[in-house]
């Protein structure tokens, strides 16, 4: 396996890990109805300032194995196919990242929209704050969905180019 096979390997579980997990509590949060209490913006934000630094812990350690694992020229040469891949990838990644994008806008468009004809609606679900915060969970959740596509479909590329 090569050290770029390797590194998109150390990415993906990084990423499932902290970002599953953080995802995980964000919607017990939610489903206990956090969202009608105050606190739950600043305990969100603590607990996505903890998934940042466990993110940057774990893909520093795997990193740091891939790299021990693979010889050094192994790890400086780039083929061709490599950068096809990356290429490829990143193409479906950023038309998903713009779809993904388009459809929370759309749903917060609609939310904002029948919160001003009736805000005592909304009002039952949430402290009007606490809206922006599962808006940037939800442009997070964008983000990492189209990462995972993109590190899961440039493995696929290059393990379908051998």
């Avoid at 390797?6 to 953080?22: D, N, P, R």
């Avoid at 009002?123 to 808006?135: E, K, Q, S, T, Y």
């Avoid at 442009?139 to 990492?144: F, R, T």
Wanted: aromatic share 8%.
């Amino acid at each position: 396996m090569s050290f770029r096979e390797k590194h998109l390997w150390v990415a993906i579980v990084a990423g499932l890990a902290v970002w599953g997990v953080y995802g995980w509590k964000f919607l017990e949060r939610v489903l206990a109805r956090g969202l009608k209490q105050a606190d739950f913006a600043a305990d969100m934000g603590g607990l996505f300032v903890l998934g940042l630094v466990a993110v940057v812990v774990l893909e520093t350690g795997l990193t740091a194995l891939a790299m021990l694992t693979t010889s050094k020229a192994e790890r400086r040469a780039r083929d061709e196919r490599e950068g096809l891949a990356t290429l490829q990838a990143s193409h479906v990644s950023l038309m998903l990242l713009i779809g993904l994008l388009v459809t929370v806008a759309s749903v917060a468009y609609g939310v904002g929209f029948w919160g001003g004809v009736r805000p005592e609606g909304l009002a039952r679900w949430m402290i009007p704050g606490n809206g922006l915060v599962v808006l940037a969970n939800a442009v997070l959740g964008c983000i990492m969905l189209s990462e995972l596509a993109r590190w899961a479909l440039c493995l696929t590329l290059l393990k379908r180019g051998r």
